[in-house]
């Protein structure tokens, strides 16, 4: 049952305001593509607007030039802090012509706002911001702190978030709500995720002799079987997630040649193999990493050279049930709906993933936008559910931190 206080604070949230600020972030373009110069700084500067605004003093560190951070913190009182971190990068909106509505124009209709970014994920940075907002003009002291992390470079390598924890913001950090597009579910385990590039070298010939060189493709291709098998044992070892589903290696790019024109007459001299690789709570990539590397080291007889790379590894994650945060916000959640929460995996990795994994941060995916609509032509955010995901995060913060009573 809400308190009264509660009641207050959340009839300081404007939704026109939540929908308005939503709308201009979205018309600013934050696709990153450094050939035109363009990066997601304009966009953090419209954020760190808002928070000074609001009369906080918001950080500004560059991830990578042009690639900007924004952290701000309402401080309270005591160690506690509770993270709400989101993205400003979006990714591209394609080919313009598919889409019926303006990707960077921010249109309302039919009680969505469509664009590029609007749910994944500017509607839920604006809602974290504009909870904020209702908390600070409600003059309520927080037993802790909240710290918003507009970080950059999530659809990328994530830079962005690995340079907060190696800034030292991590440390301070008690959990995290991560305000990704689910439908305001909470997610309480991701996906971990590990991409692997394999190169076969051999010797380049003529198609008709092919004795004189070394085909790279043939011991590519034994060693592709391999790793079918090698998922299907992974499948049958460690099950079907609730939430997640089943692991997968997932072969995406082969390339023979990798450079240079194919021609039918010429054997290639080198192959490569990339693969993604998606885990469920309970797998190592370290050891997956390892049966790979066994699988091409069994195919040495074939004279091509195998080499392995690991573009990037981020390790599942999974945060139990009595964790606080999640207790804290399936409780608020009962409490603003009516309704039970419902709860659920994330797919695909999150900045959160760097949070749990290099911080040890307990974090729970939860933010408004239809889970499937992220990267598609016509995006769109659900008003409804941004106005939800508003409410909730008030309620969190109020909970989770606790208020000081005057």
Known sequence: MLTQLEQQVLRLINPDEVVRWTQELVRIPSVYRPEKGETEEQAARW?????EEMELSPHWEEAAP???NVIAVLEGEGEKTLMFEGHTDVVTEGDRSQWKYDPFGGEV???????????????GLVAALCAMKAVIESGVRLKGNVLLGALADEEGLMLGVKHFVRQGWAERVSAAVICEPEDNRLCIAQKGVMWVRIAAKGKMSHGCMPLEGINPIYPLG???TQLEALEAATIEAHGSHPFLGQPSITPTIIRSPVAGEPQNNVMPGEGTLTLDIRLIPGQSPERLADQIRAILNGQRDSEAEFTMEVLDSRPPTATPRDEPLVQTMAEAYRDLTGKEPTYGG???????????????????TCGPGNTQIPHQVDEYLDIAQLIEATRLYVLTMLRYLGVVQP
């Open 66 to 68: 042009g690639r900007p």
């Open 346 to 364: 994330v797919p695909g990795s999150t900045d959160g993933t760097i949070l749990y994994a290099w911080a040890s941060i307990p974090i729970v």
């Open 222 to 224: 034994r060693a592709l």
């Open 109 to 123: 209709a039919d009680g969505r706002i469509y664009g590029r970014g609007s749910c994944d994920m500017k509607g």
């Open 47 to 51: 954020i760190r607007e808002r928070l």
